[in-house]
T-cell receptor, first 112, second 111 residues
Framework: QKEVEQDPGPLSVPEGAIVSLNCTYS??????FMWYRQYSRKGPELLMY??SSGNKEDGRFTAQVDKSSKYISLFIRDSQPSDSATYLC????????????WGLGTSLAVNP | NAGVTQTPKFQVLKTGQSMTLQCAQD?????MSWYRQDPGMGLRLIHY???????DQGEVPNGYNVSRSTTEDFPLRLLSAAPSQTSVYFC??????????FGPGTRLTVL
């Protein structure tokens, strides 16, 4: 079993839909949780960063962390065709020496 | 502020050739890392460094060498290229709290 599980999709939604992307993990020591967006043929770019449990909102994006369930989510409101990309979750914790553990990524297509 | 830069963008090698992928960052980050990304395999850590003069192996280090003589630079050397090393290579640098910032990548093909 991988330390971080992420459904690879692909996920296809109409423009304006609310998108929910999820990762589960097994290591209770993880404390720092990240979401990255990767456009085709580009490097991953940091989208959201969350420490410990709770919610964080940035514009149309909301990141949620539920440490009791070992589950993190990224919500995209009013999705746009420009949101079409692969979304990767990543996490780390004390003792990981800042090494990130990555999900495989979920491919999202937002159709106009 | 250029962030993380990588050269070259594309490279074709023949089996057995060696080459160095360059990576530089201007954010004064202590932590730097090299990944390869292959379809269905996600990002896999090759080598990483927690500061100048300190390097360590990641998940898939075989066939690659690194060194870190300065905070800014972290080159990746392929010693004797093999077709299995055909991949997209990303360099990243990081704050202490873990957020990593990626370069644009190098697409490598080994024939």
């Amino acid at each position: 079993q991988k330390e971080v599980e992420q459904d690879p999709g692909p996920l296809s939604v109409p423009e304006g839909a609310i998108v929910s992307l999820n990762c589960t993990y097994s290591n209770s020591a993880f404390q720092y949780f990240m979401w990255y967006r990767q456009y085709s043929r580009k490097g991953p770019e940091l989208l959201m960063y969350t420490y410990s449990s709770g919610n964080k909102e940035d514009g149309r994006f909301t990141a949620q962390v539920d440490k009791s369930s070992k589950y993190i989510s990224l919500f995209i409101r009013d999705s746009q065709p420009s949101d079409s990309a692969t979304y990767l979750c990543a996490m780390t914790g004390a003792g990981n020496n800042r090494k990130l553990i990555w999900g495989l990524g979920t491919s999202l297509a937002v159709n106009p | 502020n250029a962030g993380v830069t990588q050269t070259p963008k594309f490279q074709v090698l023949k089996t057995g050739q060696s080459m160095t992928l360059q990576c530089a960052q201007d954010m004064n980050h202590e932590y730097m890392s090299w990944y390869r990304q292959d379809p269905g395999m996600g990002l896999r850590l090759i080598h990483y460094s927690v500061g100048a003069g300190i390097t360590d192996q990641g998940e898939v280090p075989n066939g690659y060498n690194v060194s870190r003589s300065t905070t800014e630079d972290f080159p990746l050397r392929l010693l004797s290229a093999a077709p299995s090393q055909t991949s997209v290579y990303f360099c990243a640098s990081s704050y202490e709290t873990g957020e990593q910032f990626f370069g644009p990548g190098t697409r490598l093909t080994v024939l």
